[in-house]
Nanobody
Framework: QVQVVESGGGLVQPGGSLRLSCAGSGFTLETYAIGWFRQAPGKEREGVAC????????YYADSVLGRFTISRDNAKNTVHLQMDSLKPEDTAVYYCATARYLFGSTCLREEYLEVWGQGTLVTVSS
């Protein structure tokens, strides 16, 4: 069964950093696109960053471009989201999601993602 599990959330001060991890099981990571999404209190879920199937092509929301970095570790079947220069508006529950054979920026649109994790909370506050 295809599953993804997020970890690494927590409380951080503005300007700080966190690294989230998304561990996949039941599939070969290289054939699946992985996306990171977030949902802030009272807001709709939005795409943050994703990596498309079979290659290292990465896509980012404008709001996190230059601050967040998504990467893939195929040997460990894990995708990471390195978050730097965090802002209070980054506070949200962050979700990892996956789908097979997604290419291009569609991996940043939640309607294309098929299997979702339960989320990990990131709080950016002084």
């Amino acid at each position: 069964q295809v599953q993804v599990v997020e970890s690494g959330g927590g409380l951080v001060q503005p300007g700080g950093s966190l690294r989230l991890s998304c561990a996949g099981s039941g599939f070969t990571l290289e054939t699946y696109a992985i996306g990171w999404f977030r949902q802030a209190p009272g807001k709709e879920r939005e795409g943050v960053a994703c990596i498309s199937s079979s290659d290292d092509t990465r896509y980012y929301a404008d709001s996190v471009l230059g601050r967040f970095t998504i990467s893939r570790d195929n040997a460990k079947n894990t995708v990471h989201l390195q978050m730097d220069s965090l802002k209070p508006e980054d506070t949200a529950v962050y979700y990892c999601a996956t789908a097979r054979y997604l290419f291009g920026s569609t991996c940043l649109r939640e309607e294309y993602l098929e299997v979702w994790g339960q989320g990990t909370l990131v709080t950016v506050s002084s």
